[in-house]
């Protein structure tokens, strides 16, 4: 065999633009990948956030309720707790669909 059978070259090196290539394809797949792991990292600390509002808006709901003197109802404190719920549910719809997504690739 000569090496050189068909117009391709056996053995040696890949041309310079071939290896740039290369090169360039792989730091942007690992790009991607580190993206794709920030983009996690968010999703999940959005979530946990949520998760402790959730929990301070329904604590701070429990105290007004205990020491409710009056029958007024605690408006402010439901509407706090309804957004934080309202949040929490949306960031975990959102790392749903980012975790789906990425099953996907």
């Known amino acids: 065999m000569t090496g050189h059978e068909g117009g391709f070259r056996f053995g040696g090196n890949l041309g310079g633009d071939v290896?740039?290539?290369?090169?360039?394809?792989?730091?942007?797949?690992?790009?991607?990948?580190?993206?794709?792991?920030?983009?996690?990292?968010?999703?999940?600390?959005?979530?946990?956030?949520?998760?402790?509002?959730?929990?301070?808006?329904?604590?701070a709901l429990e105290e007004r309720f205990n020491e409710a003197t009056d029958d007024t109802p605690p408006t402010l404190p439901l509407a706090r707790l309804t957004a934080a719920i309202n949040e929490l549910q949306s960031a975990r719809d959102a790392l749903d669909a980012l975790l789906v997504r990425k099953s996907l690739h």
């Open 19 to 59: 290896q740039e290539d290369i090169r360039t394809n792989t730091q942007t797949h690992q790009m991607g990948q580190f993206d794709r792991t920030a983009d996690e990292a968010a999703a999940i600390a959005r979530v946990a956030d949520a998760a402790r509002e959730v929990q301070s808006a329904s604590k």
